[in-house]
């Protein structure tokens, strides 16, 4: 008989839970309420959240507006959002996450502590992810974003570097770009680093590797923006080959489910529990 087994570790982390509360708070109250992107990096639950009134905006639709409600994700804004929500009168409900939230303030104080043109503010993150902009946004756009180690020696080495990373990147990754810079740095200059890393996010990756060796087929459910989406299923696959990324119940190809005794449902921090099981619902309907 075949068995599905959703990830009890896997779902929404503590700052998407915030997030996703204070909105449906909110639109309890019957107002109009924007969100400033989409308030989580998964397609279904910006969809749940439509239908409950919500209306996600982007950057250029929130500069026009003027006395409004706006939510600002977990994710995060730059100084700038604030400015322009103060000069036009719009009430902010910030969601952003704490971790987030004091990574921005390190930075930001970082930046502004030191006044030398050596100083090489750099980020490990992805270009024109919303946490990512909101980042580099505490350095009014001086700090360098790098994607991987890669990117990594394309820096000044004879500069000093101080490194951060966005919350939810691979922390195996930024060990490597940490002893890669070591190795190369000038003497001469300095360089520091803050593992930022959220431990929520990094603390999933052991468990779902043992998740994904405990079944044969393993769906990992993630909107294709999540990055931390990205990295679980990558470790989901270097685990058990026989693991897929679906968005959806309409991705699931019925000759794998044929093929498996034991299949596995689990997904990223932008991951709704009720899209897991309508997942397993899906599967038990077809086998």
């Not at 804004?77 to 719009?90: D, K, Q």
């Not at 969601?95 to 090489?120: F, G």
């Not at 689990?266 to 309508?278: D, N, Q, R, V």
Request: net charge negative.
């Amino acid at each position: 008989m075949k068995t599905i087994e959703i990830d009890k570790g896997s779902g929404f982390c503590f700052g998407v839970v915030t997030a996703i509360k204070k909105t449906e708070e909110e639109l309890a109250k019957g107002e109009t309420l924007y969100c400033l992107g989409d308030i989580v990096h998964n397609n279904r639950e910006v969809e749940r959240l439509k239908t409950m009134g919500l209306i996600t905006i982007n950057h250029e639709d929130f500069k026009k507006l003027r006395n409004a409600k706006v939510l600002l994700r977990a994710h995060g804004e730059p100084p700038e959002t604030y400015e322009t929500a103060r000069l036009n009168n719009i009430d902010i409900i910030d969601a952003t996450c704490p971790v987030v939230l004091r990574l921005q303030k390190k930075i930001k104080q970082k930046d502004i502590s030191e006044e030398d043109e050596n100083k090489q503010i750099v980020i490990y993150g992805k270009n024109g992810h919303a946490e990512v902009l909101g980042l580099v946004g505490q350095t009014a756009g001086k700090a360098i974003v790098i994607e991987n180690l890669e990117e990594a020696k394309q820096l000044d080495f004879k500069k000093n570097i101080c490194l951060y990373s966005q919350t939810t990147k691979s922390l195996e990754e930024f060990q490597k770009i940490v002893e890669y810079i070591k190795e190369h740095i000038s003497p001469n200059v300095s360089f520091e680093y803050h593992d930022t890393i959220c431990r929520q996010v990094v603390n999933r990756i052991p468990n779902i590797r043992t998740f994904a060796a405990s079944h044969d087929l393993i769906f990992l459910v993630s909107g294709n923006k999540s990055s931390n989406g990205k990295i679980l299923f990558n470790e989901c696959k270097k685990i058990n080959p026989n693991s897929f990324l679906i968005e959806s119940a309409d991705e699931i190809d019925k000759d794998l489910l044929d093929k498996a005794q034991t299949i596995g449902i689990c997904g990223a921090t932008s991951t709704p529990k009720w899209l897991m099981e309508e997942i397993s619902e899906a599967i038990k309907s077809r086998i």
